[in-house]
């Protein structure tokens, strides 16, 4: 399918001003916080729940360099494409977020008493560029600090389709991800849309986006993989596989630390209160799952091939992460442990199945750690929570019902996710899928950041 610069110049200018007709543009909330300054939330004054939620976006945005480092175990000839995809997800991401994604997603959401203008239970339809009752310190807050968490998707899709994507088929991809996939799922889930109000147990609950963000990524991640093929070499002609090892294991646990303590402020900081002292059952679940999550791996690595692999120590770190996000608020530190066991544990299984059985190349990855571990920080809150926070209980105490409502939002996920994202690399590739999206052999052999950024990602190296 070819795309008309003159139809999408048209396409966009449509866009604006049917954002504009939607928005308005002069009927401003609260811009200066003058209002809003005046309001007490939660005993503790308003400008601590700005300092707070504000210093926790900041960092959760600093973890992009965690992902960009993650390059590390890609061969070097390819690093710099792949630090791209994740520099334009920082970027771009924000930008289209901004535009559109946000009022898409939040739309309707009441926060700090201030409704983001208007939305139903399945889609927002305000909000759009910050413009009109969404011209608020309050609504303003929760942008910031959600468009930070959604910059996660495009560094997550980068790591399944990394060394073999187009440039312009990647932001092609990202930009209906962004405008779309995501934040569809996301206002039916953390804009309280029809997901969150399911009638068993407390509704859909994902606290810091094992569902929203990684399962999500995770599959459009693996959906890409799968149409774009495996990089040249990753197979033999008898179907076995081999390891194309990266360019700098050390890149990659610098990495995977930064993401560690960034996650510590995402997880916590989806409290979106200074006041809420749960963030320190929160902070002591993320870091216990993804510890026992790089131990779990650590050990297993070393039983199986008698080597320590810890780039693979990592994803398992990361595995813990993703595991406990979903119920990192509402199950008790000894159940975060369990979780994050389960899912080192699973990242290992996951990653050899799609690697040796489906045949889906997935360099770094991505659709075990954020995909199969996202699913099943869905499901882990269903069975672990303890009904201390937020009234949500689990099977662990006689429940079933939450975990009905965890497995419907898993499986409304994956579907979403899958179906959408197969419609889209179908509609980018066209007919052949594969050559209209993947470079050419020629590219793949001297390496992308050559031929598509004109330069290596180490120079010296050329």
């Known amino acids: 399918m070819r795309f008309k610069q003159k139809n999408v110049i048209w396409f966009l200018l449509i866009l604006v001003a049917a954002v504009f007709l939607m928005c308005g543009v002069s009927n401003a909330a609260d811009p200066t916080g003058d209002k809003t300054f005046a309001l007490d939330i939660r005993g503790i004054s308003m400008s601590n729940n700005f ?9 959760i945005w600093f973890m992009q360099v965690g992902f960009v480092l993650l390059g590390g175990l890609l061969p070097a000839k390819n690093a710099l494409n792949y630090m791209t995809h994740c520099f334009i997800a920082t970027t771009l991401g924000v930008i289209i977020y901004w535009f559109v994604g946000f009022g898409i997603m939040f739309g309707g959401f009441e926060f700090l008493g201030h409704h983001v203008g208007k939305g139903n239970q399945f889609i927002g339809l305000s909000g759009f560029m910050l413009l009109g009752d969404a011209y608020d310190v309050r609504v303003i807050l929760l942008f910031i600090f959600q468009a930070v968490v959604a910059t996660f998707i495009g560094s997550i899709i980068a790591g399944a389709v990394a060394e073999r994507m187009k440039l312009c088929s990647y932001i092609l991809m990202f930009f209906f991800v962004y405008i779309f996939i995501y934040p569809v799922y996301g206002h039916w889930v953390w804009g309280e849309g029809w997901l969150w109000e399911l009638p068993y147990g407390a509704g859909l609950r994902d606290f810091a986006g094992s569902g929203v963000v990684h399962a999500i990524g995770g599959t459009i991640g693996f ?15 008898d179907g076995s596989s081999n390891t194309i090892p990266g360019h700098n294991v050390g890149y990659m646990i610098v990495g995977t630390i930064l993401l560690a303590f960034g996650w510590l402020f995402y997880d916590a900081g989806s409290t979106l209160a200074a006041g809420d002292l749960r963030m320190s059952v929160v ?5 216990l799952s993804g510890s026992i999550g790089a131990v779990t791996v650590l050990f297993l690595t070393y039983l199986l091939s008698g080597h320590t692999d810890v780039g693979e120590a990592c994803n398992g770190a990361l595995a813990g992460f993703v595991a406990i996000s979903a119920g990192c608020a509402y ?3 000894w159940a975060a442990v369990v979780i994050g066991f389960l899912g080192a544990v699973l990242y290992l299984i996951s990653f050899w199945v799609i690697g040796n059985k489906f045949k889906v190349d997935d360099p770094l990855g991505a659709c075990s750690v954020h995909g199969a571990n996202g699913f099943w920080g869905l499901i882990a809150l269903g069975i672990f929570a303890d009904g201390s926070y937020g009234g949500v209980y689990g099977v662990i105490t006689g429940h079933y019902g939450q975990l009905v409502s965890q497995i419907i939002g898993a499986a409304v996920a994956f579907a979403w996710a899958g179906i959408m994202a197969f419609i889209l690399f179908k509609l980018i590739g066209g007919k052949n899928s594969k050559s209209k999206m993947r470079v050419s052999e020629e590219v793949e052999k001297d390496g992308l950041d050559i031929h598509i950024h004109g330069t290596a990602c180490y120079p010296e190296q050329q």
């Open 331 to 333: 199950v008790a530190p």
């Open 223 to 237: 959906v890409g993989a799968a149409f774009l093929g495996p990089r040249a070499g990753r197979y033999n002609e």
């Open 51 to 59: 300092t707070w939620i504000l210093i926790c976006g900041f960092v």
């Open 283 to 287: 902070a002591a679940n993320t870091a």
